[in-house]
């Protein structure tokens, strides 16, 4: 398995430290993003290891590319990346995971006559609303964004996963601190989106009407990123209109 060298790992949870530290003391915001290309297992199996190590560094080379540079990603293990968002709250970095899975199915590769893209599952975690009465470091944000990305890859669709919508409802006490490439078991996924679609002219008139508890808790998870979407467009085409303005 690939793992981060010692030089990386140590950059890495430095600037996580210093980005948290700093978030902390001022009363700002961070955001842990894990990424994890969906496919890497079976490509290993059905394209091998050299194969499937070229199209990991493709995927790097291109989240690289994609991410500010104020923010920094690190390749953590086979297929997995952290993102460290600085100055970031929960519903950017929402944006930002959207932005980095894009990036990463827009590559195409070749296998043979065979054409594919991958994709990407995506787990957050953040200093926002974080209890000042207790006390967390970069680790423990890690291991959050962690258990946020296993739910992402659970599921069918890998989408975006925010930990203090899942896991914090659930568990009083944070779990033990885990190794960046280790994950425990998680609880079940977001609702179907089938079923929420079915829902969904309810809760939105809840949403225009500012009823949010109306809205099943279970149901919260999936309209997240279509609304955030939504959003994001919005704002480009109202962007759009003002500068023809």
Known sequence: RHLAGLDNRRQ???????????AM??????????????????LVVTLGSNITEQIINKIHTVLKETVRTDEQITRIDDGRFVV???MTKAFKAHIVANRLKKAGR?????????????????????????????????????????????????SERHPVVRYDETYEKQFENLPDKI???????????????ENCMEHFGEMFSGILLGDYRAIPESYVQTLIEPLENFLAYAREQQSEADTKD
């Open 179 to 193: 190794a960046f490439n280790q994950v425990e078991e998680s609880s079940e996924a977001p609702e179907d989106p």
């Open 106 to 154: 827009s590559v195409e590769f070749e296998s043979g006559e065979e054409k594919f893209r991958i994709n990407l599952a995506a787990g957050i975690s953040t200093t926002e609303h974080c209890d000042d009465e207790v006390s967390l470091d970069f680790t423990d944000f890690c291991t959050q964004a962690a258990l946020a990305l296993k739910m992402s890859m659970e």
């Open 25 to 42: 003391e001022t009363g700002s915001e961070v955001s842990i993003l894990y990424l994890e290309i969906a496919e890497a297992a079976q």
């Open 12 to 22: 890495l949870v430095d600037f996580g430290d210093r980005a948290v530290n700093h």
């Open 84 to 86: 460290v968002l600085p």
